[in-house]
């Protein structure tokens, strides 16, 4: 048998579709053959020179009855009774594999028609386009936000677009809703914001080696020992370090501008929790209470729908639910209430460090909470530990990211 070149062949090829399928059950290996063979001749004639969009399992399936002289009395053979051929012709019944197979076989209509044509992929939504004069570009540059990118600002700024799209990746926009502690009426730059967020994010995945996280590990007394890490001088180190072996990797990540940043809670994609700390104010006391802050959040706040906390001015006393919850929870669970009403009442820098001797627990701490309840911040300065914070993780002024 020859290629099918004029139409004129494939009439007479569709004659001799139809003889051979009308005698079906009875042919012999060698007719089988030729049937099969002259199908695939028809389909390929009818495929390079009447191009169509795909046909839908009935069109197939009607197109074979009128090209071959069935009736619907011939597919009700084939699919086991005339409901049911009626059924599939108007649509109302789908094919099952077992009727696709007998279709295939006895029809020699291709499996691909009967499945039905793949269906179109629905279009991704384009990622919003960032907009690079929102964005703090050149101190995320300084900072090596932007890996392979450094040194040459003024030829890298040629491209701040791209410059963006690499920090960021394929990762889209993040200004997810996010629940932003403010104070003092600043303005917050959102897009500083998602751009921190992201940078902590990035690092707590490249330098952290975390253990599993297990909620029920940060239990009481785990918590209570963390906050007796307070009255050691190498505390903050340690603590952070306690926290990522519990499956919470803590992140010292300087501030951009326009944040007015303390600290953040973020739950990652796989659900694992991510503290980043700003050490904006760089005093003992306001790394204590906004670590504990952020584990508050952790433990209390995050979940699916609630993906990121900001904390801004977090020496300031808030009224939203949420962050009283945070507060009361750093403020308890850093001196116990039992301990705090023997020590609400110290004015004294003698008394109070006395007070941090007896109860294990940092006289920067006692003397923050002291100046909290006051609400005044002029009080106990000798002993919040004033430009202490910083130093404990190896950062000098010089080194600290302007």
């Known amino acids: 048998m020859k290629t099918i070149k004029t139409s004129e062949q494939q009439a007479d090829a569709l004659t001799r579709i139809r003889d051979l399928a009308s005698r079906f059950g009875s042919l012999s290996n060698d007719e089988r053959d030729e049937l099969e063979v002259l199908t695939v001749l028809v389909e390929t004639y009818e495929r390079d020179h009447h191009p169509v969009i795909p046909p839908t399992p009935i069109e197939a399936i009607r197109f074979r009855m009128e090209q071959m002289g069935y009736k619907q009395k011939d597919l009700a053979r084939i699919v086991g009774s005339a409901s049911r051929a009626s059924e599939i012709l108007s649509g109302k019944r789908q094919l099952s594999q077992e009727m696709m197979r007998r279709l295939r076989d006895e029809w020699h209509i291709p499996a691909d028609a009967l499945l039905g044509p793949p269906e179109e992929p629905e279009p991704e939504p384009p990622s919003p386009r960032r907009d690079p004069a929102k964005f703090p570009l050149k101190q995320m540059y300084d900072r090596d936000y932007i890996d392979g990118y450094s040194g040459d600002w003024r030829n890298h700024s040629k491209d701040k677009p791209g410059l963006l799209a690499r920090f960021f990746g394929a990762a ?127 433990l209390r706040h995050l979940k699916p729908e609630q993906l990121s906390i900001f904390d801004s001015e977090i020496d300031s006393q808030r009224a939203e639910q949420i962050e ?32 941090a001797s007896t109860h294990r627990v940092g006289a920067a701490v006692i003397a923050g909470c002291l100046r909290r309840e006051a609400n005044d911040y002029r009080k106990h300065r000798t002993l919040v530990g004033q430009g202490m914070s910083r130093r404990s993780f190896g950062f000098t002024e010089e080194t600290w990211p302007k």
Request: charged share 30%; hydrophobic share 40%.
């Open 172 to 298: 889209g926009p993040s200004l997810v809703p996010v629940l932003n502690r403010r104070g003092g009426g600043a303005k917050i730059n959102p897009h500083a914001l998602d751009a921190w967020r992201h940078r902590v994010l990035i690092r707590a995945s490249r330098e952290c080696s975390p253990g599993p996280w297990d909620p029920l590990a940060v239990d009481d007394e785990f918590l209570r020992w963390l906050a007796g890490l307070s009255y050691l001088e190498d505390g903050p180190r340690l603590a952070c370090e306690a926290l990522a072996e519990k499956g919470i990797p803590v992140i010292i990540e300087a501030r951009l501008d326009q944040t007015q940043l303390d600290g953040a809670a973020f739950l990652t994609e796989g659900g694992r929790p991510v503290i980043g700390l700003t050490l904006r104010m760089n005093r003992l006391d306001n790394f204590w209470f906004t670590l504990f802050h952020e584990i508050g959040h952790v």
């Open 324 to 355: 009283r919850e945070a507060d009361r929870f750093a403020l308890d669970t850093l001196i116990p209430p039992e301990r705090w009403e023997k020590v609400r009442g110290l004015n004294d820098a003698k008394d109070i460090r006395a007070a």
